[in-house]
């Protein structure tokens, strides 16, 4: 099965335009060019660019012609290509197997190719049938991808914001003014759903997933609740970032899963929407419990329930069963994080 792309990283000159912009020929867009990436970033694909020049002029020219905020990333300058994608790839926090790279000049792929061989490379005369190509097609696309690239330039602001802040890490994060809205799930969070619990690792209680059939059915269940939490602050929204689905059993309401994506980590918001979730199990007469199965990377999550209140009450082999009875009041560390319904 082919992977799909998440970055599509863009050489300019004679590439997204043709001629150059520094020996003042550089001209209009090409039309296929632009097609390519207004449909691609509706898909939820990332643009980047990876280019030979001097960043005033190149950026100067996206914007004279509407496209500078179309990309999350511009790294142009006189370095090896390859060198540009590392720093892009840092700087979006994804794996070189999900970007791709397209560039008039044959020397340039191969450098690329040769220095990262999972990153696709694709000649510029082949821009025109990207969007066809099997790689450039996600198997769903959520109204959140329409989005990704608002999420992303706003985590670069935040980060050049913190970067400029003189106090500490914690007063920068009380500065954020975060606020997490959780709902039930509905017919359009799905496709999102589904992909955190297939995407999430550290963050993750049981390391179990659901298709978007087994969603909707819990949704539709009397005895689930299919919570999905998003996060905005000062800089912009963050999407949706957090999945709970719970089960009825007797008295209790059970965590089946529980997560956070992992670009909110830093944010310490996970508490937040624990303590959301035993104020509705408490409101409704019921014991707040959850379940954990311990994998290789998600230690974080047991001891985010711990400091939450959660004991342990049941073993049984790798799992364990865990219940609150501490109040929602009580639950302290997301004092920084206002809830919102």
């Known amino acids: 099965m082919t992977a799909t792309v998440k970055c599509l990283v863009w050489d300019l000159d004679d590439t997204v335009w043709p001629g150059v912009v520094l020996e003042a020929d550089g001209g209009e867009p090409k039309p296929e060019a632009l097609r390519a990436i207004r449909v691609l970033d509706e898909r939820g694909i990332l643009h980047a660019v990876a280019s030979r020049g001097d960043t005033a002029a190149a950026t100067a020219h996206l914007r004279r012609h509407g496209l500078e905020d179309m990309f999350s990333a511009v790294e142009v300058g006189w370095g090896p290509k390859s060198e540009a994608i590392r720093r892009i790839a840092e ?73 400029e802040f003189t106090g500490s890490d914690s007063a920068f994060l009380a500065s ?26 550290q963050l993750n209680t049981t390391g179990v997933t659901f298709d978007i059939d087994e969603l909707r059915a819990m949704c539709a269940s009397p005895r689930h609740e299919v919570l999905v939490a998003s996060l905005r602050d000062r800089f912009g929204g963050y999407g949706t970032i957090g999945l709970a689905v719970s089960e009825l059993r007797g008295g209790d309401s ?17 508490t937040a929407l624990i303590r959301e979730v035993v104020r509705r199990a408490q409101e409704a007469g019921r014991r707040p419990a959850a379940e954990f199965v311990a994998t290789p990377v998600n230690r974080v999550m047991l001891v985010t329930l711990r400091f939450a209140g959660f004991e342990v009450v049941e073993s049984a082999g790798d799992r364990i069963l865990l219940a609150c009875a501490a109040a929602p009041e009580e639950i302290g560390g997301a004092g920084h994080v206002e809830v919102v319904r």
């Open 91 to 163: 700087s979006l926090n994804i794996g070189h197997e999900s970007m791709a790279f397209v560039d008039n000049d044959p020397v340039e792929l191969a450098e690329v190719a040769s220095a990262y061989p999972e990153v696709r490379c694709y000649p510029a005369d082949r821009i025109a049938e990207l969007p066809q190509l099997r790689e450039f097609m996600p198997a769903a696309i959520s109204p959140e991808a329409r989005h990704r690239r608002s999420y992303y330039r706003a985590e670069h602001a935040r980060r050049v914001g913190q970067a």
């Open 176 to 201: 954020l003014g975060l606020v997490m809205t959780v709902r039930p799930a509905s017919e359009e969070d799905l496709v999102r759903a589904h992909e955190l619990t297939v995407r999430t690792h």
């Open 254 to 270: 059970v965590l089946r899963l529980l997560l956070m994506s992992c670009r909110v980590m830093s944010r310490g918001v996970g």
